[in-house]
């Protein structure tokens, strides 16, 4: 009896999230496209998946290596505080990793990270989101990212909190990347005119506050999100109008590569207000999600870049 009490309370909570939804209507920000090289690696148009019915503000999202097919998402500050398996070939949620209510103040973005042995992969929720620049310290959870069951409820498995500040103080930041070979995370700032970007080395503190290294300088800004190849080769950052591409050269770390001239990858059509990217964990294309912007928006639409046949 108890079973099916649950049962049902979770099919009555979460049984509408399981659905899908219809289409958005894009717009742009400006951006001086002529400066950068165009990337033609990935086609052209991004594919539309499907909708995403149960994030209305998608903030981040990374791949399952644990789940493979399947990509994690979050909603932004607000939301309950969970993180959501989306199948990649409908968008529909399969299932959910919760954690405690106090710890999402404002998530903005997801990367996730396969060990080098491929024993284990892990989810580094950045909640580092700080519109008034007032936290005395923003958090990066990493949870274990654990092959899920179809349409479970499960508490997250956090391996390591990292708290951190950043040299002058606080900073709004919605971008969280993490070099899969030597497990340092970087972090670039929103709103300044030029971001900047930010390091923390690994091992992380594990106690008390660290204070990222910052380590490069963009020649643009309203930067959403970000995410590392698996391969740890390629690149992606992204603004609101815009995906910037990097290829890293043999030799070369992931400052570096960043400190040099982007392209610009493929972005089309444009989202209502993009937030998310994230490589496939085969590295053969990128997903990008977007928040409603407005409640009456019909829900966001996963898209899904290719690799180029050439």
């Known amino acids: ?180 070979i030597t497990k340092d995370i970087f972090i670039v700032s929103k709103r300044e005119k030029f971001v900047k970007l930010y390091s923390i080395k690994f091992p992380y503190k594990t106690d008390g506050i660290d204070t990222a290294i910052q380590v490069g300088t963009f020649p643009f800004n309203q930067i959403t999100g970000g995410s590392i190849s698996p391969d740890g080769n390629e690149i992606l950052i992204r603004s609101y109008g815009r995906v910037f591409y990097w290829k890293r050269k043999e030799g070369e770390s992931i400052s570096e590569a960043l400190n040099r001239d982007p392209q610009l990858a493929p972005y089309y059509p444009i989202e209502p207000q993009g937030e998310a990217i994230c490589w496939d964990i085969s590295g053969g294309g990128y997903y990008t999600l977007s928040e409603k912007r407005r409640r009456q928006m019909p829900d966001p639409t996963l898209y899904y870049y290719k690799r180029s046949d050439k």
């Open 1 to 180: 009896m108890r079973q099916s009490v649950i049962i049902l309370f979770f099919l009555f909570i979460a049984g509408p999230l399981f659905s899908q939804k219809s289409a958005l209507k894009p717009w742009t920000n400006s951006s001086k496209d002529d400066e950068w090289i165009r990337n033609t690696d990935f086609e052209s148009r991004g594919t539309a998946i499907g909708k995403v019915t149960s994030l209305p503000e998608a903030s981040g999202i990374g791949p399952s290596f644990a789940n493979p097919g399947y990509i994690w998402g979050h909603n932004d500050s607000g939301q309950k505080p969970w993180i959501w398996l989306i199948d990649s070939k409908d968008a529909s949620i399969y299932s959910i990793l919760h954690m405690k209510p106090n710890m999402n103040i404002d998530w903005e973005d997801i990367e996730c990270v396969q060990e080098v042995d491929k024993k284990r992969s892990y989810i580094y929720l950045a909640d580092i989101g700080d519109n008034l620049k007032k936290r005395n310290f923003v958090t990066i959870y990493i949870v274990l990212d654990e092959k899920m069951p179809f349409q479970k409820f499960l508490e997250a498995n956090i391996q390591q909190t990292v708290n951190f500040t950043y040299p002058k103080g606080a900073l709004d930041a919605e971008a969280i990347m993490v070099d899969p």
